[in-house]
C-alpha cells in the first residue's frame, strides 16, 4: 500500500497503470518496424490473447494496433 503511494506520487501512474504503458510503448515500437504481426507481438509482450491485446491497444491509444500500422505507413510515405 505504501510502495503503490510512493510509486503513484512520483510517476503519476499506479504500478499496474505504469507497466501498460511501457508495454505499450514497446507494441508501438514492434508495429513501427513492421516485421511482426499483431499475434507475435503480443506474445513477445505476454498477452496470451491478441484479441485482448489488441482492446488493451485501443483503450490506451485510441487506435486498434492496424489502424496504428496504418497511419504510421501513411504518415512515413509524406
Not at 510512493?6 to 508495454?23: A, H, N, V
Request: charged share 30%; proline share 4%.
Amino acid at each position: 500500500s505504501g510502495f503503490r503511494r510512493r510509486f503513484q506520487l512520483y510517476s503519476g501512474f499506479s504500478p499496474r497503470e505504469y507497466k501498460t504503458q511501457q508495454l505499450m510503448r514497446r507494441a508501438k515500437a514492434f508495429l513501427r518496424r513492421g516485421d511482426l504481426t499483431i499475434t507475435e507481438i503480443s506474445a513477445k509482450l505476454g498477452y496470451e490473447d491478441p484479441a485482448y491485446f489488441s482492446k488493451a491497444f485501443k483503450k490506451n491509444t485510441g487506435v486498434t494496433p492496424s489502424e496504428y500500422t496504418r497511419r504510421q505507413a501513411v504518415d512515413t510515405a509524406k
